[in-house]
């Protein structure tokens, strides 16, 4: 324990001495992840199709807010379905109004999750977003994960349905246009997600907020559970049980995610709990403080003590002494 402890403090200390550089990496990562993901996902639009195209949007995004990546990938998005269809465009760009609406809103201050939920999405472990999100913040920021849920699927969707969106015959456009409403609009997958992430954003939330002992292990765990049971019930109702391994496997990567969310954020040493109570002229206080569990730094101060080395002269001894001089001959 006392390893990860240090371990722990170690990174604190080299991301508050290098914050600005640590946050760049972060978002370039991020950005080329997310561009190529677009990219591999779409392809439409040749042009944009290169990956000189993503490392350059990551790497601008890298200096910018992290909602400049927000509108970057939804840009890059409607550019790559353009070239695809117009109306898939038309529904696509509606879509993002909306969302961005209702982020703007009341989730600005969380663009990484926006970003995250459908990266994650794509490699199928998306359990990890609301129950994290449940530990780290309030009810409003669950719209960033609902948001990046809701583009996530209707690309998918688009990808899923090409053959629809490519016809070429004349008067086809209101049948296109139909066609990615009812792709949007009738995406029962869809609902069961956004459903599973606000109970289990909430259920989390709230028992995370309580006073009890090891609150935040108790709600990451139950959140898990619920998560996890209204996902597999979800998937059996709608017919696809090839989805249930991953619920699977994305619950026990999302549990291992928020032990180490735990570990970094609420590491608290429940053995040594104070309980505090005082007044004042219209209240009394309860107050129960859990102190955390940090590593003493060891000041180690080494004093090294050097003898002076000095040579006496035969007249200073005879002086300091009265000695004859005949003596010292």
């Known amino acids: ?18 914050e600005v550089y640590v946050t760049a990496g972060v978002k370039f990562l991020l950005g080329v992840v997310t561009f ?22 990551a790497l601008a995004c ?24 117009l109306e898939v465009c038309a529904i696509g760009l509606c879509l993002m109004i909306l969302l961005f609406f209702l982020y703007g809103r009341f989730a600005p201050k969380h663009g990484y999750a926006a970003i995250l939920t459908p990266v994650l999405c794509f490699f199928r472990i998306p359990q990890v977003m609301p129950v994290s999100e449940g530990l780290l913040h309030g009810p409003s920021a669950y719209l ?13 969707g688009v990808k899923t349905n090409i053959v629809n969106f490519t016809s070429v015959e004349e008067g086809e456009g209101t049948a296109k246009f139909t066609a990615a409403l009812k792709m949007l609009v009738g995406n029962k997958e869809m609902y069961l997600f956004i459903a599973t992430f606000l109970v289990t954003s909430l259920v989390v939330y709230a028992i995370r907020r309580q006073s009890v002992n090891f ?23 709608l017919g ?18 928020c032990l180490i969310l735990e570990f970094f954020f609420y590491n608290l040493d429940y053995s040594r709990i104070e309980r505090v109570q005082f007044e004042d002229d219209e209240y009394y206080y309860f107050v129960k403080a859990v102190p955390k569990v940090y590593l003493a730094r060891k000041d180690k101060r080494v004093k090294r003590i050097t003898p002076k080395k000095t040579t006496v002269s035969r007249r200073q001894l005879e002086e300091d002494f009265d000695i004859d001089r005949n003596l010292l001959h």
């Open 144 to 156: 960033s994960v609902v948001s990046g849920a809701m583009v996530y699927f209707y690309v998918e």
């Open 1 to 18: 324990m006392t390893g990860l402890l240090e371990i722990r403090e170690k990174l604190r200390n080299f991301y508050g001495r290098y």
């Open 215 to 237: 609150a935040w292990r108790i709600g990451l765990v139950v959140g898990n559970l619920v998560q996890m049971v209204i996902l597999l019930s979800g998937y059996v109702l």
């Open 36 to 57: 190529f993901l677009i990219n591999i996902q779409l392809g439409y639009r040749e042009q944009l199709n290169q990956p000189a195209v993503a490392l350059l949007l």
């Open 62 to 85: 890298s200096f910018l807010p992290i909602n400049i990546m927000v509108v970057a990938a939804c840009a890059l998005i409607l550019l790559h379905l353009s070239a695809l269809s």
């Open 240 to 257: 696809m049980p090839e989805r249930i391994l991953w619920v699977l496997v994305g619950t026990a990567i999302s549990v291992a995610v």
